[in-house]
């Protein structure tokens, strides 16, 4: 299993600026997704995160708007910049486990950010 | 690509009753995942069910059950004997490769008493 720290739980924002949610987890990962659950909706991918490489971003989303670090195999941030109200959302990280035949995702808390 | 499709927005019970909640999914690929995560008001996504492709034997987690139908591409999940802690967000999930989940549109559950 995997134990994900996630950290702001929640922000209000100043159009403009810009945010950096972490993810710490507990134990050494390849990939870590980031997400964006918008309003009564699904989550949608943003992107996948390697460590020792560049994000991969997935359509619709790009570097500029939400760049992603990945120092280490245990911690990514995403950076939600230059932000408008549209970016209000939640936003998770989340990891990949496979052990033991299983395979199974584990979440952070998520970030519930607000732009005003 | 991959698509997973939750046709029931809505749906409510009583309390103590059964209530299944539908999922069918697209996929060319013949060993995956699917899983059925809650989502309360916390926000905390919350794994309650997970189905190897390969197994043909249905999940079972205590009052949660599946009933998988590879050939269909159906992946629903039932609740028996519903309780109040079960209102939340539900949302069906498939994953092949390299971990990236694809996610339904939810199903939003009221439990009534």
């Known amino acids: 299993s995997a134990v994900i720290s996630q950290k702001p739980s929640r922000d209000i924002c100043q159009r403009g600026t810009s945010l950096t949610i972490q993810c710490q987890v507990d134990?050494?990962?390849?990939?870590m997704f980031w997400y964006r659950q918008q309003p009564g909706q699904s989550l949608t991918l943003i992107a996948t995160a390697n460590q020792g490489s560049e994000a991969t971003y997935e359509s619709g989303f790009v570097i500029d708007k939400f760049p992603i670090s990945r120092p280490n195999l245990t911690f990514s941030t995403l950076t939600v910049s230059n932000m408008s109200p549209e970016d209000s959302s939640i936003y998770l990280c989340?990891?990949?486990?496979?052990?033991?035949?299983?395979?199974?995702?584990?979440f952070g808390q998520g970030t519930r950010l607000t732009v005003v | 690509a991959q698509t997973v499709t939750q046709s029931q927005p809505e749906m409510s019970v009583q309390e103590a009753e059964t209530v299944t909640l539908s999922c069918t999914y697209d996929t060319s690929e013949s060993d995956y995942y699917l899983f059925w995560y809650k989502q309360p008001p916390s926000r905390q996504m919350i794994l309650v069910i997970r189905q190897e492709a390969y197994k043909q034997q249905n999940a079972t987690e205590n009052r949660f059950s599946v009933n998988f139908q590879k050939a269909a591409k159906s992946f629903s999940l039932k609740i028996s004997d519903s309780q109040l802690g079960d209102a939340a967000m539900y949302f069906c999930a498939y994953l092949f490769g390299n971990e990236k989940l694809t996610f339904g549109t939810g199903t939003r559950l009221t439990i009534i008493p």
């Open positions: 134990s050494q990962v390849t990939m």
């Open positions: 989340s990891v990949g486990v496979r052990g033991q035949g299983r395979t199974e995702a584990f």
